[in-house]
T-cell receptor, first 115, second 115 residues
């Protein structure tokens, strides 16, 4: 069975400072991992995905995430936060062969960016 | 433009009054899925469909029905809505999930209130 834990329900940073959103996963197989972003009153947009290629994954809007198998983590980072980054972020795991591409979502981390 | 379209975007109804939320995608995707999003719980899968006439239960199927008579459409049916089905619902689609690598595209969401 797969699961994902987002370690912080709310993160607040100042504009221009680094962002770190933490995610740990559990999976019986080689997982695929995703980060989705949801802006207020909007649908979900894919930020980036890891699918067993390079462990450092670059996404849109300057975000990146590093897959660390030994730590079962997939933390999302950005060097410098922008006001437009304020949103809710979901870490998502999907297991490998034999499953029906079921996505398991974390409970979300709300990112607040202050001036 | 590739998109997943849900209707209606907002719906207020009363307990027991049957309703249908429609979902349509224009990407010729085989896989479609319904999720509900509740505060502190992230997104949970209700039902999914691997292709026409092929549907299966997700994590929280109770109180819901789906059908997949055409490839592009995947309606969500609440035969007798109850207040605990008040939630934000998302439809998603992707091409056949090979090794769980495929990106799922999400609709903009349907906010349902059951009084």
């Amino acid at each position: 069975a797969q699961s994902v834990t987002q370690l912080d329900s709310h993160v607040s940073v100042s504009e221009g400072t680094p962002v770190l959103l933490r995610c740990n996963y559990s999976s019986s197989y080689s997982p695929s991992l995703f980060w989705y972003v949801q802006h207020p009153n909007k649908g979900l947009q894919l930020l980036l995905k890891y699918t067993s290629a390079a462990t450092l994954v670059k996404g849109i809007n300057g975000f990146e995430a590093e897959f660390k198998k030994s730590e079962t983590s997939f933390h999302l980072t950005k060097p410098s936060a922008h006001m437009s980054d304020a949103a809710e972020y979901f870490c998502v795991v999907s297991e490998g062969p034999g499953t029906a591409s079921k996505l398991t979502f974390g409970t979300g981390t709300r990112l607040q960016v202050t001036l | 433009e590739a998109q997943v379209t849900q209707n209606p975007r907002y719906l207020i109804t009363v307990t027991g009054k049957k309703l249908t939320v429609t979902c349509s995608q224009n990407m010729n995707h085989e896989y479609m899925s319904w999720y509900r999003q509740d505060p502190g719980l992230g997104l949970r899968q209700i039902y999914y469909s691997m292709n026409v006439e092929v549907t299966d239960k997700g994590d929280v199927p109770e109180g819901y029905k789906v059908s997949r008579k055409e490839k592009r459409n995947f309606p969500l049916i609440l035969e007798s809505p109850s207040p605990n089905q008040t939630s934000l619902y998302f439809c998603a689609s992707s091409s056949i999930p090979v090794l769980a690598k495929n990106i799922q595209y999400f609709g903009a969401g349907t906010r349902l209130s059951v009084l």
